[in-house]
């Protein structure tokens, strides 16, 4: 009997934390496990960058790329499972163009990853940049969860 307990406890604790997990996971046809996303990244940066009447892609004098340049800022975009990656991109965005460093962070499922987003939050108040998070509503999709930019992975299926 003392060993069963421990059975049952795996059983039901497996699907929980598939139900809590913030991220979805796929394998890509060379075998790598990654996160999965509907869209793509430049999908969500088109949009929000032609809203803020900003550059993409800004090619920087080391050959970095700003996803988008504003008159204000220097904007990285990230999903949220790298959102500690889009600081120091961000950072060093801001450094190189004199523009004031930004993070938008797209967040696929809100109510799991908006912790993400609460950690940038935190670490910009001391460090003094901008942060802002989009999800798919950005995007418009239509009936069939397909967005308008023709690259966009979801459009390939």
């Given at each position: 009997?003392?060993?069963?307990?421990?059975?049952?406890?795996?059983?039901?604790?497996?699907?929980?934390?598939?139900?809590?997990?913030?991220?979805?996971?796929?394998i890509?046809?060379?075998?790598?496990?990654?996160?999965h996303?509907?869209?793509n990244?430049?999908?969500?940066?088109?949009?929000w960058?032609?809203?803020?009447?900003?550059?993409?892609?800004?090619?920087?004098?080391?050959?970095?790329?700003?996803?988008?340049?504003?008159?204000?800022?220097?904007?990285?975009?990230?999903?949220?499972?790298?959102w500690?990656?889009?600081?120091?991109?961000?950072?060093?965005?801001?450094t190189?163009?004199?523009?004031?460093?930004?993070?938008?962070?797209?967040?696929?499922?809100?109510?799991?990853?908006?912790?993400?987003?609460?950690?940038?939050?935190?670490?910009?108040?001391?460090?003094?940049?901008?942060?802002?998070?989009?999800?798919?509503?950005?995007?418009?999709?239509?009936?069939?969860?397909?967005?308008?930019?023709?690259?966009?992975?979801?459009?390939?299926k």
């Amino acid at each position: 009997m003392s060993k069963i307990i421990p059975v049952i406890l795996v059983f039901i604790t497996i699907p929980i934390l598939a139900i809590a997990a913030p991220f979805e996971y796929e394998i890509c046809n060379l075998g790598w496990q990654h996160v999965h996303h509907d869209h793509n990244e430049e999908s969500y940066q088109k949009i929000w960058c032609k809203q803020h009447n900003g550059i993409m892609e800004y090619e920087n004098e080391d050959f970095t790329r700003v996803d988008c340049l504003t008159p204000v800022h220097a904007v990285e975009f990230d999903f949220a499972n790298k959102w500690h990656e889009s600081i120091g991109q961000a950072l060093h965005y801001g450094t190189v163009t004199g523009k004031k460093p930004m993070v938008v962070l797209i967040l696929d499922n809100p109510k799991k990853q908006m912790v993400y987003f609460k950690r940038i939050q935190k670490i910009s108040e001391k460090f003094n940049f901008d942060v802002e998070f989009v999800t798919n509503d950005i995007l418009k999709l239509d009936a069939k969860g397909k967005c308008n930019n023709k690259q966009c992975k979801c459009n390939k299926k």
